[in-house]
C-alpha cells in the first residue's frame, strides 16, 4: 500500500497544534465567550461508512473538504467550534470543487475537555 500524501509525524503535529494555540486559541475562546473545542473525533467505522456513502451517492466525487463551523444553539449561541466535511469534485480545469447540495458529515465528539490540546 502507498503511503498517503501528507502523513505528517508527531513533532510536526505537536508543531501545528503549538501554532494554533499562540496564533488562534485566544480569540477563538473570546468569540465563544468560553474555552472553544480544539478537536472532532470520528470512528474509523463512521469515516469508512461516510466514504461509501459520499462515493455512491456522488460517482465523480474525488475527495473530501474539511471545513471548520460554530455548532450553535438558543442556549449557547455563540457556540463551539466543529470541523464537518464535505465530498469534492474535479471541475474539469483540474480544480477540487464541492459538490453542491451532496450531503457532508459533522457531529464528531468534543476533545476530553473541550479545550484540550494535542495529544489527548
Known sequence: ?????????STEAQELNDN?????QSANNSAAGQP???SSWYS???M????????KENPKANGVRFYLGVETT???PKGLT???MVPTQDDGKGNNQDIIGANG?????NGEPPQSGYPQ
Not at 500500500?1 to 509525524?9: A, E, F, K, S
Not at 469508512?48 to 462515493?55: E, H, I, S
Open 44 to 46: 474509523l467505522q463512521d
Open 74 to 76: 438558543k442556549e449557547d
Open 105 to 109: 458529515m459533522d457531529r464528531g465528539g
Open 36 to 38: 472553544d473545542n480544539r
Open 48 to 55: 469508512q461508512d461516510f466514504l461509501t456513502l459520499m462515493q
Open 1 to 9: 500500500m502507498p503511503t498517503p500524501r501528507g502523513i505528517i509525524n
Open 20 to 24: 494554533w494555540t499562540n496564533l488562534r
Open 82 to 84: 466543529t470541523i464537518f
